[in-house]
Nanobody, 114 residues
Framework: EVQLVESGGGRVQPGGSLRPSCAAS????????MSWVRQAPGKGPEWVSA??????THSYLDSVRFTISRDNVKNTLYLQMNNLKPEDTAMYYC?????????RGQGTQVTVSS
């Protein structure tokens, strides 16, 4: 069974950093394309970053502020987020895929506020 458990969100001030992680079980993350998706209240899902089976990455938003990575030994996905802005406030989900129907975890809340 595919399971994804996100953690590492929180509340930070504008300009701060966070590094959410996503522990996967039931499959090997390096054998799939993986992604991070965020959803703010009242808005639709928005893709943030993807990492392909090859290890190549793709940024849908700001590639300078958001960096996706994975640890194949820990079978864990990460999203390094720097210089956070209030508009980055959202629930962040990791997904086992890069399409809208990909399985997601329960999410981790990121709130950027002074």
């Amino acid at each position: 069974e595919v399971q994804l458990v996100e953690s590492g969100g929180g509340r930070v001030q504008p300009g701060g950093s966070l590094r959410p992680s996503c522990a996967a079980s039931g499959f090997t993350i390096s054998a799939r394309h993986m992604s991070w998706v965020r959803q703010a209240p009242g808005k639709g899902p928005e893709w943030v970053s993807a990492i392909y089976k090859s290890g190549d990455t793709h940024s849908y938003l700001d590639s300078v502020r958001f960096t996706i990575s994975r640890d194949n030994v820990k079978n864990t996905l990460y999203l390094q987020m720097n210089n956070l802005k209030p508009e980055d406030t959202a629930m962040y989900y990791c997904a086992a895929g890069i399409t809208q129907g990909a399985v997601r975890g329960q999410g981790t809340q990121v709130t950027v506020s002074s």
